[in-house]
């Protein structure tokens, strides 16, 4: 166990729908990292939070949107799904500066 | 911009194996360098880091060394083993970035006994 908390671990939901995608950072973890992991794209960086604050933004659609809550946890809500959103949705939590992450297990998501 | 390039797997290894991954990168001024270890159906582990230029990273046998004038940071173990199977990924953070890694595509490792 990393530490970071993801859930679900899996998800299935249709075209057009909307999922929400929730992360615990491991404890004393002030950023939380999102990230895309699909075949094609390869490990793509969405998001960073950072003790509530958006920090940093990458490739994440404007379908899809972040936040983190004062208890630290973070949410990824992704809307209008398409079949190209289906991916492994990774989480990743540091405590900051030049240290590396912690990652959770992912969400997989597949759209139909 | 930044980017990392990795060799293209598969790469299959009979036990006890020499393994090279090569890793290459593309940043403006000093990024730190990681290699990440994913397991199947597991999320990434940090297997070892450099954050400057001549800087090795090591751990359970594997190593890498930032090498600021070819822009590589090769993966290296001497021995593997069947338990090495996996998914490594080369990434960087680079400077003035905030915590932002930008990975290679990730290379798979099947050793077989």
């Known amino acids: 166990d990393s530490g970071v908390t993801q859930t679900p671990k899996h998800l299935i939901t249709a075209t057009g729908q909307r999922v929400t995608l929730r992360c615990s950072p491991r404890s004393g973890d002030l950023s939380v990292y999102w990230y895309q992991q699909s075949l094609d794209q390869g490990l793509q960086f969405l998001i960073q939070?950072?003790?509530?604050?958006?920090?940093a933004k990458g490739n994440i659609l404007e379908r899809f949107s972040a936040q983190q809550f004062p208890d630290l946890h973070s949410e990824l809500n992704l809307s209008s799904l398409e079949l190209g959103d289906s991916a492994l949705y990774f989480c990743?939590?540091?405590?900051?500066?030049?240290?590396?992450?912690?990652f959770g297990s992912g969400t997989r998501l597949t759209v139909v | 911009g930044n980017s990392v390039t990795q060799m293209e797997g598969p790469v299959t290894l009979s036990e006890e194996a020499f393994l090279t991954i090569n890793c290459t990168y593309t940043a403006t001024g000093y990024p730190s360098l990681f290699w990440y270890v994913q397991y199947p159906g597991e999320g990434l582990q940090l297997l070892l880091k450099a954050t400057k230029a001549d800087d090795k990273g090591s751990n359970k046998g594997f190593e890498a060394t930032y090498r600021k004038e070819t822009t590589s940071f090769h993966l290296e173990k001497g021995s593997v083993q069947v338990s090495d199977s996996a998914v490594y990924f080369c990434a960087l953070r680079a400077q003035g970035q905030g915590g932002k890694l930008i990975f290679g595509q990730g290379t798979e490792l099947s050793v077989k006994p």
């Open positions: 990743a939590s540091s405590v900051g500066g030049e240290r590396g992450y912690t």
């Open positions: 939070y950072y003790n509530g604050e958006e920090r």
